[in-house]
């Protein structure tokens, strides 16, 4: 049973142009949630995060919205620039987890000049 | 931010072989460490959980015998797969908690990228 998913494999945007990658959850524990980018052979990178207590964190081009009622979050990153193509990984844990994130399977960006 | 180095980033190795990849925190301590597992188009898989100075913890389904994980000091982990077979073949990636406020967030290592002949 997945509790983290990403329907959505892979999206193709153009450079300048918004880029809006989810996330959906199913366990109400989650309180703490992440976005990790990750290139090809490489270990993924943290980018941003949002806790519970907030519905919008935002970090330079990348924001965060996250809706509880709904179990869902996203990603927004406005401009898209094509050093923005990787994959992206939602996660998602709860306090006391001691670190241990549990991942959805990524949606790959390709940003297009 | 913290650094989590992983070495090697590569290898090849016939089967039957044994590999040992490690994992260490460069500038902060880790009493605990992860190692994930990704296919391709597949999420990163926890496999288990590695702590300083006592058994590492496995997730199920994990074999204990042929992922041997150790944690000798709080800055290294390693794990090796003993009797390597080309479905053993991955991408394997270690990670270390460091508190940040309220949570802790995970620092991830470069990867290692197994390819058993």
């Known amino acids: 049973d997945q509790q983290v998913k990403q329907n959505s494999p892979s999206l193709s945007v153009q450079e300048g142009r918004i880029s809006i990658l989810n996330c959906d959850y199913t366990n109400s524990m989650f309180d703490y949630f992440l976005w990790y980018k990750k290139y090809p052979a490489e270990g993924p990178t943290f980018l941003i995060s949002?806790?519970?207590?907030?519905d919008k964190n935002e970090d330079g081009r990348f924001t965060v919205f996250l809706n509880k009622s709904a179990k869902h979050l996203s990603l927004h990153i406005v401009p898209s620039q094509p050093g923005d193509s990787a994959v992206y990984f939602c996660?998602?844990?709860?306090?006391?987890?001691?670190?241990?994130?549990?991942f959805g399977k990524g949606t790959k960006l390709s940003v297009k000049p | 931010g913290a650094v989590v180095s992983q070495h090697p980033s590569w290898v090849i190795c016939k089967s039957g072989t044994s590999v040992k990849i490690e994992c260490r925190s460069l500038?902060?301590?880790?009493?605990?460490m992860f190692w994930y597992r990704q296919f391709p188009k597949q999420s990163l898989m926890l496999m288990a959980t590695?702590?300083?100075?006592?058994?590492?913890?496995?997730e199920q389904g994990v074999e204990k015998d042929k992922f041997l994980i150790n944690h000798a000091s709080l800055t290294l982990s390693t794990l090796t797969v003993t009797s390597a077979h080309p479905e053993d073949s991955s991408f394997y990636i270690c990670?270390?908690?460091?508190?940040?406020?309220?949570?802790?967030?995970?620092?991830f290592g470069s990867g290692t990228q197994l390819s058993v002949l």
């Open positions: 500038d902060f301590q880790a009493t605990t």
């Open positions: 949002i806790s519970s207590i907030k």
């Open positions: 590695s702590n300083e100075g006592s058994k590492a913890t496995y």
């Open positions: 990670s270390a908690p460091n508190r940040d406020g309220y949570n802790e967030k995970l620092f």
């Open positions: 996660a998602a844990n709860y306090w006391g987890s001691q670190g241990n994130l549990i």
